[in-house]
């Protein structure tokens, strides 16, 4: 199967300033990157994906980068706000499964 | 439209009982996957449903097992609780399409074994 790994696995950043997460991939197969965010007490949701066919996609202060040949993406959150705070999930797919990264716990301190 | 809907929101039981967890998708999705969610370990990958029948399955012992109903409700079961049980368990349901890719998860429940 899959292997993702998700560093680090807790980040404090201040308001403003950008917060950057990395995960790695171990089979070229997988072909689908989504990234969630879980807040307090709630289930994780998707907050912005890419297809193995594109190398970066961005959506207002959220962007995601794919190097498909050293097999890692990265998220990359820019002007945080104190409602960024929350644990971050990467996955990799692989047929129909998916498979997540550890997480990372971002703080944003106001 | 109503979101997944997971029952019950916290669940408290002792070693060697069984528990079952309920899951309703949102409508229209016909595809419900199960996910075990501990801290440091993510998101584990327990099993998929689609059109009551188990698509795919995780690496996790038989005492886990689920099933789903011709209206796309779901249902899991943890036979013979052990303490290593304790953990949220997340619902997700998917749209119809080609691709299973967009996974909407409920808000989950969380079971403790004592």
């Known amino acids: 199967g899959e292997n993702v790994e998700q560093h680090p696995s807790t980040l404090s950043v201040q308001e403003g300033d950008s917060a950057v997460i990395k995960c790695t991939y171990s089979d070229s197969a997988s072909n689908y990157f989504p990234w969630y965010k879980q807040e307090l007490g709630k289930g994780p949701q998707l907050i912005i994906d890419i297809r193995s066919n594109v190398g970066e996609k961005k959506d207002q202060r959220i962007a995601v980068t794919l190097n498909k040949t050293a097999k890692h993406f990265s998220l990359h959150i820019t002007e945080t706000q104190p409602e960024d705070s929350a644990v971050y999930f990467c996955?990799?797919?692989?047929?129909?499964?998916?498979?997540f990264g550890t997480g990372t716990s971002l703080t944003v301190i106001p | 439209k109503a979101g997944v809907t997971q029952t019950p929101r916290y669940l408290i039981k002792t070693r060697g009982q069984q528990v079952t967890l309920s899951c309703s998708p949102i409508?229209?999705?016909?595809?419900v996957s199960w996910y075990q969610q501990t801290p440091g370990q993510g998101l584990q990958f327990l099993f998929e449903?689609?059109?009551?029948?188990?698509?795919n399955k995780g690496n996790f012992p038989g005492r886990f097992s689920g099933r789903q109903f011709s209206n796309s409700r779901s249902e899991m079961n943890v036979s013979t609780l052990e303490l290593g049980d304790s953990a949220l368990y997340l619902c997700a349901s998917s749209p119809p399409g080609v691709r299973n890719e967009k996974l909407f998860f409920g808000s989950g429940t969380q079971l403790s074994v004592l």
């Open positions: 449903y689609f059109s009551e029948t188990q698509r």
């Open positions: 996955a990799a797919t692989l047929g129909n499964q998916f498979y």
């Open positions: 409508s229209g999705h016909r595809s």
